[in-house]
């Protein structure tokens, strides 16, 4: 015979058993999230719904090599309700921007390289469920990218002779990887080839000077290409520019005249004084790169004495890199004038101006009707012929040796 101590105490038991096993199936047949939802179906059971918004942040938790142009947010079956970026540590926002359609998110500017940075994102299914995710990520060292300073800027006109220039800041290991995502095509249908000019220089041009009027397009797709060990481009976008007017002026040092044509049609002839005997100029095909309407010249700077030191030089347009110029010359000997009649300078190519750059002189006059990537062409003078890569200066090579020095 039981006692009632007894029997109770196995009621409790059982009672207790029943709890545990309750709680056991609960904890194993539940969902964790704050999104769940639970439907009633015949008195008994429940049912347990998670958003289906799938957020996807580009830069994945802990990754230290995030692309500065591309990182962003992009969530599936849903919209975009709220996305804050900021810089870790500092707590600095991000500005942003969300698509149309909620669907995606991108920073306004462009990342910081080796900065660490924080996103937090949420989004709503079409049944209002919400989802979240975050990313704590470093963006591709300095150390670790490249980055390729270019000629000519977007939007720019230009001369028919101005190539499209790359400068690395890193040596490139893998020319083919880096050269076939930047490509350069033409309104006008001209083949455009590039060649490398030692590991750090890049440049497209086709076989004959731009035809004028063209548009020309440069992609650059670098951000995530290796252009060498463990160093990554960052530089995603689209330049245009436009080529203007034909204008192809030839100096002959042997009348020490400049004659310019445009379109094919002589403009004007122009005395000029170009190297002297112990300075000469080199021959060859060169192009305007820059401009100034006054600039400094110091000979130490190109590797002379103390020979001059010029803080004025009106109307310059620089030819070389090594510091080759066609400028105007207000110091010259009035009394007896070089130009169309002898060579005088250290190199350059001089035309009569005035102190100030402020008189109607042929100087002025051919400044203000060139343009960046006009081409200016030397004859006959007893220098050598300018090398192709001193200045924007390629079309000096034979384009056999222009598409042998292409890595694609």
Known sequence: MTTPDIAARRVLGAIAALVVGTLTLSACGGNASADSDT????GGGTSAKTSTAKIVISAKDGATNASINATGVQVSNGRLTDVKMTVAGSGQAVEGVVSAN?????????????????????????SGKTSAANSIFTTVS???????????????????????SFTFDKVIGDKKAV???ITVTSSSGQQVVGHWFGAQRLDFR?????????????????????????????????????????????VDVNTQTMTVVRDGQTLKSLPISSGSPEHTTYNGQMVISEKFTQTRMNSQTVGLGGEYDIPDVPHAMRLTSSGTFIHGNYWYNKANPPFGQTGTSHGCVGLADVQGAQGATNAKWFYDNSLIGDVVIVKNSPDKTVAPDNGLNGWNLAWSEWTAGSAA
């Open 179 to 181: 050269q076939s995502h």
């Open 142 to 164: 300095s150390s670790n990218s490249f980055i390729g300073t270019y000629t000519p800027d977007n939007g720019t006109t230009v001369g028919v002779g101005m190539p499209v």
């Open 39 to 42: 439907n009633s179906k015949g």
């Open 102 to 126: 909620g669907a995606s998110w991108k920073p306004k500017e462009q990342l910081e390289r080796g900065t660490k940075y924080q996103i937090s994102a949420t989004a709503k299914d079409a």
């Open 206 to 250: 086709p076989q004959e000077y731009w035809k004028a009027g063209s548009k020309v397009t440069m992609k650059i797709d670098l951000d995530g290409v290796e252009g060498a060990n463990g160093v990554y481009g960052v530089q995603k976008k689209t330049v245009t520019f436009t080529v203007g007017r034909s204008q192809v002026s030839t």
